[in-house]
C-alpha cells in the first residue's frame, strides 16, 4: 500500500513538472476602428510534435463562433467567410508553439472575448488548453488639423507649427503629439514629441536647442499645441509635419494603437548673407606724412538680433585694425585708429602715410546672430570691393662713388675699398645702410654670379654674406664707417676668388609713422674692377713615372713637379695625392704633404699597408710618391694636386696658386690564379686485407700567393658498386689540417697524408669488397688577402674518378672451408666405426636356451 502511494505521488509530480501552458495577452486590449490589429498565442511545456495546431474562438454573450484554425481550413464559421476569404481574417504562424490571429481593419463589432485553444498532444492530460482575452474596439475619433506656418523666415527670426489634435476621451487611450521635418530627402527627422503620458522627447539634435530656450512647446487650448522655432538658422528649411498617435499601456509598456500624420508645409529660411553688403569710397591719394581717413558702410535687412564686426585690410592679406561687435579694438597698428560712427558706418585713419602704406585698402564684415539663448554665431562674411590708395614719396637725392686706396700686387696681399656718399639731401634725421656686392666668375658655379660680400644695416651692424662668414669672423674681411657719409670695405688677403666687379649700395632709411625704420631710397654706385697689380701667379703640376708596376708585388713610383710663375718669394708648396679607377670616376685622396711638410694619410684605409706608402719632397719644386707591393685593387689613375701658399709673420698660411697634374696610370694585367686537380693509384686492383693507396696532385696556373697565404680542403668520395648511387664521403681534412672520417661498418679503414705542399693521399687499409669503386676527391683552395688579412675560398675543383677492384682469391677463401670439411668427416667416420662396434657387441651375442617343444608350439597355435 505504502509503495503505490509513492508511485501516485511520484507521477503527480511529473505530471506538475511538464503541465502544458497556453497563453494570450493579459486584456482587456482596447483598439480603433479601421486600424490592424493583432492577437498572439503562445503554447509551452507541452508533449508530442514541436509544432502544435491552434484554435480562434470568440464569444459575444453566450454566443460562440469559431473564427480560424491552423489544422482545420473548415473551421471557420460561415459567418465571417468572407472575412476569411479576403483576407481581412487570418492567422500566421510565428513558431512552432507561437501563432497570432490578424485582423486587418478592426470593427466595432469584433469587440468580444477572444479564445485560443490547442488540441492535445499530451500523453496525460494536465495544464490548460486554452486562454482568453478580451478585445474592444472604439470608434476612429482621431482629428488632425495643422495650421500652415509661415512660409519664409529671414535667418535668425522665429516660426511657429501649430498642431490642432481632437478626439474622444476614452478611458485607458492616451495621445502623443510629434513635429518632425524632411529637409531634402525622403527622411522625416523628429523635432520634438509631447506625450503619450506629460513626458516630453527631443529629436536627435535639437537637444542643445531645446536646452537653449530656441525651441520651445506651447499649450494652447485642450486641443491646440504648438512648437516655436526662434533663432532661425539656412539649415531649418525643410517641409514640416505633425503626427497624432493613440496609445494604451499593456503590461506595463506602452502599446500604439493608432497614428495620423498631416504636412503643415514647407518653410524657407533666408540667409542674411544675401542681404549683407559692404562698400569702402574715396579712393584717394596722398603725399608722405599726410592722414589717410576712409569709411566702410554697412547695410543688412533690419534684424534685432544682428551685430558687426570689422577689419581693416591692406593689398588682401596685411590687417591693419579690427573691431569686434562690442566696440572694443582687437587688433591694431600703430598709427592706426578705427571708430564706428554708427550701427553702419565704420572709419579707419592710418596717421603720417608713406609709401608702405599705399595700395588697396578694403573693409572685411562678419554679421554675427544672437539665439534667444543668448549665445552668438556668425552667420556671414563679406569683403567690400577694394580702393587704391596713392603716396607720393619725398624726394630723395645722393650721389654714390666707389673708389680704391689700396690694391693687392700679389695674392695674400691687401685690398681696400673705399664708398663715398655726396650731395645728401632731405635725409634730416635718417640713416644710411651700405651693402658691397662683387660679380665674379666662380668656378664651379654659373660663369658669371654676383654675391653679397657684406652689409653694414641702419643700427650699424655688420651682416656677413653667405660665402664671406668665416672670413669675417677671423677679421679677414672689414666693413667700417670713417664718417656719415663714407664706408670701407677691406680685404686683408686678396685671393683670386675676390677679383672682379665691384659695387657698393648705398639706402637711407626715415622714421616711419609707427615709430620703426623704413627704406626711403637706394643708390648703388658705378662698378670698380679690382684685380692684382702683378700678372696673378701661375702654377703648372708635372707628373711622370718613375718605376711601373708590373705585377701584384711590384713597387710604383711617380714625381709630380710644379711649374710656378709670378710667385713672390718664400712661397711654399703642398701635395695631396690622389687616384681614380677610371677617368671621370670620383678621385680617391691618398696622401698629402702641407706647407709644414706634415704627411698626412688621406684616405689610405689598409692598416696592413701603411708603410708601403711614401710621399717625400725631393726638391724645392718637385716631390716623389712611392707604393710598395703594389695590389689589384691599386690599379687605376694617379695625379698630384699642388698648391703654393704665402704667410706673413704672425698671420696663417693663405692660399695664392693651385694646380693638377696630367694622371699616370698603373694598369698591368693580373693573372689570377688557377687550380685543377689531378687523382692517380698505384694500382688498380688489390687483394682483400692489402692496402690500396690513392694521391691527389694540385696544380696552380697563374701568379701564386706565398704558401702561408693558401690553403686548401681537401674531400675523399667513394662510388660504391653495390648499395646507394649517391657517392660516400670517406674522409676529409680542412684548410687547418683537421681529419674528419665517415663512420664505417666495415672492417677496412681508411687514412690521409699531406705528402707536399700540394699533394694529399688516401691510404685504405684491409680492403674488403665492399671498397671497391670509384675513388675521387674535391679540392676548395683557400687565399688570404695581403691587404686585409682576410681568407676567401675559390670555386671547388673535382678530379677524374680512379676505379679499384678487389681481387676474388680462390685458394685462400676455400683453404678454410676444405680444412674444415675434412676434419669433420673424419671425425664423423671415426665416431660411426666406434658406434657400430657397440652396438654389435651389445645387441648380437650368443645365448643358451633350449629349443621349444612341439606341443608348446601347438598350444601356442590352438591359443
Known sequence: MGKTRALILLCAALGLCHSRLVTVPKGPLLRVEGQPLSLRCDVSDYEGPSEQDFDWKVMRGTESINVISTFDPRYSD??????????????????????????REARISDSATYTCSTPSTDSVISGNYDADVQLRVVPNSLIVAPEAPDPVVPEGGSFRLLCNVSHNFIEGIYLSITWSVRNGSSVSQDLLTFGPGLDVTVGNGFTRRYADGAMRLEMGSEVSRSLVLSGAIPDDRGTYACAARLWTREQGIWKRIQEKT?????????????SLSVEVRESRSLSSGETLILNCTVSVNDLNSVDLEVTWLLNGTRVLAGLGRDGVLRTSSDGVDVRRLGKWDFQLKVHRVDTTDAGLYSCKVSMWINHNSGSWYEAAEKISAPVRVNVIKQNLDYVVVLGSTLSAKFSGDPTELQCKVSNVSNLHNGRLAVSWFLKNAVPGVDPVTTRTVASLDENGTLVPGESYESRMKEGLITVTRVDPYVFKLRLLHTTDADLG??????????????????KAAEFLSPTLKVSFANKSPVLGVVARRLREATATGSTFEMSCQANAQNLPQGTAFSILILSEE?????????????????????????PGRKDNLMLVKTGKKEFQFRIQGVQVTDRGFYSCEMKAWSKQPGEDWMEMAKGVSNKVQIAFEHRGPTFDV?????????????????????????????????????????????????????????????????????????????????????????????????????????????????????????????????????????????????CASGTVGVFSLVLGLVCARCCFKSTTSSPRSRTKLMELEMD
Open 501 to 518: 666687379d665691384y659695387t657698393c649700395a648705398v639706402t637711407a632709411w626715415i622714421h616711419s609713422q609707427h615709430g620703426n625704420w623704413k
Open 582 to 606: 677610371s677617368v671621370g670616376s670620383p678621385s680617391r685622396k691618398l696622401a698629402s704633404l702641407g706647407p709644414e711638410m706634415v704627411l698626412k694619410l688621406e684616405d689610405w684605409a689598409e
Open 78 to 103: 460561415r459567418s465571417i467567410g468572407d472575412r476569411i476569404e479576403s483576407g481581412d481574417i487570418s492567422v500566421s504562424r510565428l513558431k512552432d508553439n507561437a501563432v497570432e490571429l490578424r485582423i
Open 678 to 822: 689531378s687523382i692517380n693509384s698505384d694500382t688498380v686492383s688489390v687483394f682483400p686485407w692489402e692496402t690500396a693507396k690513392m694521391m691527389c696532385d694540385v696544380k696552380v696556373t697563374g701568379t701564386l700567393p706565398t704558401t702561408d697565404d693558401v690553403a686548401y680542403e681537401i674531400k675523399w668520395f667513394l662510388g660504391r658498386l653495390k648499395g646507394p648511387s649517391s657517392p660516400f664521403l670517406l674522409a676529409s681534412v680542412d684548410r687547418w689540417g683537421v681529419v674528419r672520417k665517415t663512420l664505417r661498418n666495415d672492417s677496412s679503414d681508411c687514412s690521409l697524408e699531406r705528402l707536399g705542399p700540394r699533394k694529399f693521399t688516401l691510404n685504405v687499409h684491409n680492403a674488403q669488397d665492399s671498397d671497391a669503386g670509384d675513388y675521387y676527391c674535391t679540392v676548395t683552395p683557400w687565399i688570404r688577402s695581403t691587404a686585409t688579412g682576410i681568407w676567401s675560398n675559390v670555386p671547388e675543383v673535382t678530379s677524374t674518378k680512379v676505379f679499384l677492384s678487389v681481387k676474388f682469391a680462390l685458394w685462400n677463401s676455400m683453404k678454410l672451408p676444405l680444412l674444415y670439411g675434412i
Open 262 to 274: 498631416v504636412e503643415m508645409g514647407e518653410v524657407s529660411v533666408t540667409p542674411a548673407a544675401s
